[in-house]
C-alpha cells in the first residue's frame, strides 16, 4: 500500500523555491540566492491525526504559555516504532481548528530539519527523505488507543496521550499541509511577485490570486520622499511589496483575517516579523545612516510609510488601516487587546 503521491509531489515542488527554472520566473531569482547550500526546512502537517490526553492536568495547560511553547515541535514517542531521525522527526504541534484546551489535542506533524538537510542542485537528498517518512508511518499504521509520548512531557505530570484520529489508518486518505522554509532574499521576493504578472502559474511559490498583491514600483517610493533614489534597490521595493500585499489582502479579507491573517492568502510568509525586519534593511536608508547626507523626514516609520502606499494604492481609508490587526504571537495579541484602538501603533502590532 502506498501513501498518495502528492506527497512526493509536494515535497519535489519545494526544490523550486531557490532553483527555479528560468521558465518558470526570472533567471534573476537562480543567481540571488547566493552561493552556498541554504538549508532547507519542511514541516508536513497532518490534521486527519489527532492525539488526545483526557487528563484534566493537560487542559490545564492553556493557562501555561511557555508550557504551550514548548510542546510545538517536541518529538513523538511510539514504543517500537521509527518516529525521527537525523533528518526528520515526528512531532507534537497544536490544531487551529480547535479552541485552546491546553495540552488535551495534539495534531502530527512532520519536520524535516533544515539545520541539517541542505538544498543542493546536485544532491537532491527530499526523495529519500520522503520515502522514509512514507515508510515509517507504514510501519506504524496508527489507530485509536495507541499509545503515544511526548519528549519533555513525563506521564506522570501531564497525563497519557494516545491516538484518537484516525480510528483506523487509511495511506489513501492521508493529506499533509506543507510549508517551507528557506533563505530567500528580499530582491527575489520582488522578482517573484512580478512575475505574477505574466500567465505562468506553474511556481507554486505565487500567490494563488494577483488580486490579493500589490507590487511597490520605485516611482512610489520616491513619491514618499522619504529616502534618496539611489537606495531604492530590488530589496527595498520588495520588503514594501510583501508588506503592502499582506495590507491588501488583509482589507480584501477584512474579519475573517482575524485569526488567521493574510498569510493563508499569500503563499510566502516571513519568519521574522516586519518590525524587525524593517530596521534590519530599511531604517538606515530612511533617517541619514550616512554621515554625508542629509536626514529626510522626521519620525518616518512603517507604519506611517504602509499608510501613504495604501493611500496612493486607493485600496484601504486611513481609518482601516489603523483598524487591521494581524496577531503574530500570543503575547502581541494579549499586547493588543490591552491597548485601546485610538492609536496605529497598538492596532498595527506586526509592525
Same mark, same amino acid.
Given at each position: *500500500? ?28 537562480? %543567481? ?89 542542485? =546536485? ?6 527523505? !520522503? ?38 489508518? %487509511?495511506?489513501? !486518505?492521508? +493529506? ?5 522554509? /528557506?533563505?530567500?532574499?528580499?530582491? /527575489? ?5 512580478? !512575475? ?31 529616502? =534618496?533614489? +539611489? ?25 475573517? *483575517? ?14 521574522? =516579523? ?31 510609510? /504602509? ?13 482601516? *488601516?489603523?483598524?487591521?490587526?494581524? *496577531? ?7 499586547? +493588543?487587546?490591552?491597548? %485601546? +484602538? ?10
Amino acid at each position: *500500500m502506498k501513501l498518495p503521491l502528492n506527497l512526493f509531489f509536494l515535497l519535489l515542488s519545494t526544490l523550486s523555491l531557490l532553483f527555479l527554472s528560468v521558465a518558470a520566473s526570472p533567471a534573476s531569482v537562480i %543567481t540571488r540566492r547566493g552561493s552556498d547550500d541554504p538549508g532547507i526546512g519542511v514541516e508536513l502537517e497532518w490534521r486527519g491525526g489527532v492525539l488526545l490526553n483526557p487528563d484534566q492536568r493537560a487542559n490545564d495547560a492553556k493557562k501555561n504559555n511557555d508550557v504551550l511553547a514548548k510542546v510545538k515541535g517536541s518529538k513523538l514517542i511510539v514504543k517500537g516504532k521509527k518516529t525521527f531521525t537525523d533528518q526528520w522527526k515526528l512531532t507534537a504541534e497544536h490544531s487551529p481548528t480547535i479552541d485552546n484546551d491546553g495540552l488535551k489535542n495534539i495534531l502530527y506533524e512532520w519536520i524535516i530539519l533544515g539545520e541539517v538537510v541542505k538544498l543542493n542542485k =546536485d544532491k537532491n537528498q527530499l526523495p529519500s527523505i !520522503a520515502e522514509d517518512i512514507q515508510q515509517s508511518l507504514l510501519d506504524w499504521n496508527p489507530k485509536a488507543g495507541d499509545k503515544v509520548s511526548i519528549d519533555g512531557f513525563e506521564e506522570d505530570k501531564w497525563g497519557a496521550w494516545a491516538v484518537d484520529q484516525p480510528k483506523t489508518f %487509511t495511506a489513501d !486518505a492521508v +493529506t499533509f499541509g506543507v510549508q517551507v522554509t /528557506a533563505p530567500l532574499p528580499l530582491s /527575489a521576493v520582488y522578482d517573484l511577485f512580478k !512575475a505574477i504578472d505574466g500567465n505562468d502559474r506553474s511556481n507554486p511559490f505565487l500567490p494563488g490570486g494577483r488580486k490579493y498583491v500589490w507590487i511597490v514600483d520605485k516611482n512610489d517610493i520616491k513619491k514618499l520622499d522619504v529616502m =534618496d533614489d +539611489t537606495d531604492i534597490d530590488d530589496n527595498v521595493l520588495g520588503f514594501f511589496t510583501l508588506v503592502m500585499s499582506y495590507v491588501k489582502a488583509a482589507k480584501m479579507k477584512g474579519a475573517s *483575517m482575524k485569526d488567521n491573517g493574510p498569510k493563508q492568502l499569500i503563499n510566502i510568509m516571513p519568519r521574522t =516579523d516586519f518590525g524587525t525586519m524593517f530596521k534590519l534593511y530599511i531604517k538606515d536608508k530612511l533617517d541619514g545612516g550616512r554621515k554625508c547626507r542629509q536626514k529626510k523626514k522626521e519620525d518616518v516609520n512603517l507604519f506611517t510609510i /504602509a499608510r501613504d502606499l495604501a493611500k496612493k494604492g486607493n485600496f484601504i481609508s486611513e481609518k482601516e *488601516m489603523n483598524d487591521l490587526q494581524f *496577531m503574530w504571537c500570543p503575547q502581541i495579541a494579549e499586547a +493588543t487587546a490591552a491597548t %485601546t +484602538t485610538s492609536s496605529p501603533s497598538a492596532n498595527l502590532s506586526w509592525f
